[in-house]
């Protein structure tokens, strides 16, 4: 199984969900997939949601200025096993707002399945809308 590690990360715009994908040969699937996230935050509310366009994300935006921070740990299973699906889950903590005014604290969870057996050797971390300004991240690959 594999562990990314992000530490920081930053979008082009302000309050963009992180989300990851896999794939086969530089391909990434843009569906199949069975997704499902929750959140709380700072003010007390919650919120959760599904999707089938990624494995797993985070929900709630990611603040787009160098004092946003989001600390995200991603967790694959099954990426090489062509008899088995790969499955996903993530925790993390990160801030929305604006550069003056960072007033949302985001944490939660996610999990997902990609629903096909079939054999994955790459991984896409996104936005779900404009581009990764600057990222810090560490893949590792364990044995289980």
């Known amino acids: 199984y594999y562990k990314v590690l992000i530490s920081s990360v930053q979008p082009t715009s302000q309050g963009q ?3 990851l994908r896999v794939g ?10 069975l997704t499902e996230a929750h959140r709380s935050y700072y003010s007390g509310g919650t919120d959760r949601g599904s ?5 797993v994300g985070i929900r709630g935006g990611i603040e787009d200025s ?10 694959l299973n099954n990426m090489y096993d062509s ?4 499955t996903g889950i993530a925790i993390g903590c990160h801030i929305d707002g604006d550069d003056s005014n ?4 985001n944490q939660g969870t996610g999990a997902g399945i990609y629903n096909s057996n079939s054999s994955q050797d790459s991984i ?12 810090s ?3 590792y690959g364990l044995k289980g």
Do not use: C, W
């Open 24 to 33: 086969t040969g530089g391909s990434f699937a843009t569906s199949g997939y």
């Open 137 to 139: 991240a560490t893949l």
């Open 102 to 105: 960072p007033n949302q604290v």
């Open 51 to 55: 999707a089938t366009d990624h494995l």
């Open 66 to 75: 160098s004092n946003g921070n989001a600390n995200v740990e991603y967790t």
């Open 124 to 135: 896409r971390l996104y936005f779900n809308n404009g581009n990764i300004t600057n990222m």
């Open 83 to 86: 008899g088995r699906k790969t």
């Open 17 to 19: 969900n992180l989300r």
